[in-house]
């Protein structure tokens, strides 16, 4: 089963244009699919769109009554997809803007089967691009992905930034289990969520992997929620937290990690 999960905020203008592209896509996927969007306290017609939806697609609705922000919205919906599925399905998560295509799920379930843990769309893989960002949002992406691939380099990857992923579920069920409450511990600083899932997930060993794709900027017409100086805070935040000598992620939980497996060895 495949479970898609969107995060929403004011997206009344792009979900009419995404959720029928979501069923076209999946409706003959082995296992079947399902949605989970969460409405982060949306102002605009999201909620009664959501509902209108829901009479003809299988979507489940997770509500915020305010606005929470998109850390504290994916880590409710990670939380509700490590709860609701099994071992074997697969976790999708994508943008709710129309920027993100379904019908390029297909080669990220087929990658996932070849023994990755996390598959990501990648405007940097040949064949991958973007359409229609501004030279501001090109310039702030590219100078993102360097720095993260200068403190956080992960094997197998080199699209850092974008949200449109599939995950096995096992794979978030252990993050979960490992990290508690903080598998996404910067909930207050933006987009920073993202980026903080591959780390905590490549301390634990898990396989990335990666699939071209092209990001449809183009194709956006509700307004971008991204606000990059509270993102850049939360990523040198997050350098901080994760190289800290003492007691920071990768010695803290690499000491957890390594005592946890020699128990196991011991048993
Ligand atoms: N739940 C929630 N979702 C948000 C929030 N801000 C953005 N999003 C969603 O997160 C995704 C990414 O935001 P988006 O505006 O597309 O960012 P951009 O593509 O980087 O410009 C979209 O699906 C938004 O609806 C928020 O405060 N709460
Ligand atoms: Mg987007």
């Known amino acids: ?16 244009a995404l959720l029928p592209k979501v069923q076209a896509a999946l409706c003959n996927v082995a296992g079947g699919y399902r949605i989970v969007v969460c409405d982060d306290g949306s102002s605009d017609r999201t909620a009664e769109l959501l509902d209108e ?37 697969v976790l999708v998560r994508m943008d709710c803007d129309d920027t993100h295509e379904p019908e390029t799920i297909g080669a990220k379930l087929e990658k996932l089967n070849q023994g990755y843990d996390v598959v990501i769309a990648s405007r940097f893989e040949p064949g991958g691009g973007q359409h229609g960002l ?3 949002r090109t310039a702030i992406s590219r100078a993102a992905n ?25 794979a978030i069920q252990r993050a979960i289990d490992f ?14 969520c993202t980026l903080e899932k591959l780390i905590k997930l490549n301390i634990l060993g898990m396989r990335f992997g990666e699939v071209p794709f092209e990001l449809r900027y183009d194709q956006k017409v ?10 850049t805070l939360g990523y040198l935040v997050m350098t901080l937290l994760y190289h800290w000598p003492w007691g920071g992620w990768r010695s803290n939980y690499g000491n957890i990690l390594a005592t946890e497996q020699a128990k196991a060895a011991n048993r």
């Open 1 to 16: 089963m495949i479970l898609v999960l969107l995060p929403a905020y004011n997206e009344e203008k792009s979900l009419p």
């Open 53 to 89: 939806y829901a009479r003809t697609l299988p979507i489940e609705i997770l509500r915020h009554r305010i606005n929470r922000g998109l850390g504290e919205t994916i880590r409710d919906l990670f939380e509700y997809a490590a709860l609701h599925t099994q071992a074997g399905d």
């Open 134 to 136: 501004d030279a501001y």
């Open 146 to 170: 360097v720095f993260m691939k200068v403190f956080f380099p992960i094997k197998g990857l080199k699209e850092y930034s974008c949200g449109f992923r599939a995950y096995r579920a096992e």
């Open 179 to 192: 990290y508690g409450n903080n598998f996404i511990q910067l909930k207050g600083l933006g987009f920073t």
């Open 222 to 231: 509700s307004e971008s929620k991204m606000v990059s100086s509270v993102t």
